[in-house]
């Protein structure tokens, strides 16, 4: 089956504007998880949902970060009024079942703030 | 708070050329730890998950094992296709079920 998809791979925007990112997770997989890497560095946990409760959001590193799911599937990460330091690769997992902890990381979405 | 180091930042062997990669760890308890192998401009992709000290695993030439402090990717005879940016990551057993990662050992391996 197909793996976690993230569109778009690519974007670049001027600082100031608002971004959407979104993941399809792997069907069936209840967790959710976004990543942020930037370059030559580690990945950073974002934010993570699980089913219907509420998400974890103790990664986000301001308000200007946002992040939806709908049940089960789509995700989407928003970030308002970019700034160049959000220029990174923004990573999406999932896990298929609630006692799994390996997580299925998609190939991210490279944002660029000019 | 949980931390994971991992060291060296960047190694190249030649083809054929054995050694390890170390990722040291702090953690309040620990329900796992992985390793990722990730390729340039793609997505980390899973090799290992550890549980406990004393744990080993092993998948081609790679082998991770794991102590209470810290964990060892053993790469035996590599090949060029071996060469990628080695992830390290823990989970802890309590709180978010986040991962904690390292920044990684850049390896490459030259014909």
């Known amino acids: 089956g197909a793996g976690v998809s993230q569109s778009p791979s690519n974007k670049v925007t001027e600082k100031g504007k608002d971004v959407e990112l979104r993941c399809d997770p792997i069907?069936?997989?209840?967790?959710l998880y976004w990543y942020r890497q930037r370059l030559g560095q580690g990945l950073e946990f974002l934010i993570y949902?699980?089913?219907?409760?509420?998400?974890?959001k103790s990664g986000l590193p301001s308000d200007r970060f946002s992040a939806e799911r709908t049940g089960e599937s789509v995700s989407t990460l928003t970030i308002q009024r970019t700034q160049q330091e959000d220029s990174a690769v923004y990573l999406c997992a999932s896990t298929p079942q609630l006692s799994s902890e390996t997580q299925y990381f998609g190939p991210g979405t490279r944002l660029l703030v000019l | 708070e949980d931390q994971v180091t991992q060291s060296p930042e960047a190694l190249r062997l030649q083809e054929g050329e054995s050694s390890s990669l170390n990722c040291s760890y702090t953690v309040s308890g620990l329900r796992g730890l992985f390793w990722y192998r990730q390729d340039p401009g793609k997505g980390p992709e899973f090799l290992f998950t550890?549980?406990?000290a004393g744990e080993e695993k092993e998948k081609e030439r790679l082998k991770a094992t794991l102590t209470k402090k810290e964990s060892f990717l053993h790469i035996t005879a590599p090949k060029p296709e071996d060469s990628a940016t080695y992830l390290c990551a823990v989970q802890a057993l309590v709180g978010a079920q986040k991962l904690v990662f390292g920044q990684g050992t850049r390896l490459t391996i030259n014909p």
């Open positions: 069907s069936g997989h209840t967790a």
């Open positions: 949902f699980q089913g219907n409760s509420a998400p974890d």
């Open positions: 550890l549980y406990s």
